[in-house]
């Protein structure tokens, strides 16, 4: 069975910093892994997504992941936070064999002016 | 042209009613899932389907039911609806392969 683990359920950063978040999956096969964004009474944006090509993946509005296989991890980054990028972040694992995603919990980011 | 989109957009209903939400395609896209948004649980899996009249259940379908006799659309029902059905329930579809999801915008269920 997979699994997705979000580190974090809330994370606050300041205007300007580092954006963090962390996401650990559970497969027993190479996965497809994505990151989806929710803003505040909308449906969930896909971010971006792996899919076994380069491993680390650029997505929209400057985000970035990168694929580590020996850590089982794909943790969501962005150089420089932006008040806009306030809402909530959803890891998502599928496996090649099947067409289910599997949804960690989320993770609510706060941008402090 | 949204691609996808789910109605109604809010609802409130009585305990042991009947609910049916709607979610219509226009991607021709073969699979279709429901699922429920809860704090604290994130999204979790209740119905999906494969094809036309080809359905599964996920890991939380107690209490609901799904139809799905057109491409387009794909129906979830709550027979007797209960609080604890009370949620957002999000209809997203997919083409498969390494293809994500796209989400519609979801419907908020009250149950009163």
């Known amino acids: 069975a997979q699994s997705v683990t979000q580190l974090g359920s809330h994370v606050s950063v300041s205007e300007g910093a580092l954006v963090l978040l962390r996401c650990n999956y559970s497969?027993?096969?190479?996965?497809?892994l994505f990151w989806y964004v929710q803003y505040p009474n909308q449906g969930l944006q896909l971010l971006l997504k792996?899919?076994?090509?380069?491993?680390l993946v650029k997505g929209i509005n400057g985000f970035e992941a990168e694929f580590k296989k020996s850590e089982t991890s794909f943790h969501l980054t962005k150089p420089s936070a932006h008040m806009s990028d306030a809402a909530e972040y959803f890891c998502?694992?599928?496996?090649?064999?099947?067409?289910?995603?599997?949804f960690g919990t989320g993770t609510s980011l706060t941008v402090i002016p | 042209d949204a691609g996808i989109t789910q109605s109604p957009r809010h609802k409130v209903t009585e305990t042991g009613t009947p609910v049916t939400l709607r979610c219509h395609q226009t991607?021709?896209?073969?699979?279709m899932y429901w699922y429920r948004q809860d704090p604290g649980h994130g999204l979790r899996l209740i119905h999906y389907?494969?094809?036309?009249?080809?359905?599964d259940k996920g890991e939380v379908s107690d209490g609901y039911s799904v139809s799905r006799s057109k491409t387009e659309d794909f129906l979830l029902t709550l027979e007797s609806a209960t609080s604890s059905q009370t949620s957002v329930y999000f209809c997203?579809?997919?083409?498969?392969?390494?293809?994500?999801?796209?989400f519609g915008s979801g419907t908020r269920l009250t149950v009163v």
């Open positions: 998502a694992v599928r496996t090649n064999t099947g067409n289910q995603f599997y």
């Open positions: 497969s027993s096969v190479p996965p497809y």
């Open positions: 792996y899919t076994s090509a380069a491993t």
């Open positions: 991607e021709n896209h073969r699979y």
């Open positions: 389907s494969y094809g036309v009249k080809d359905t």
């Open positions: 997203a579809i997919t083409a498969g392969g390494g293809w994500g999801y796209t």
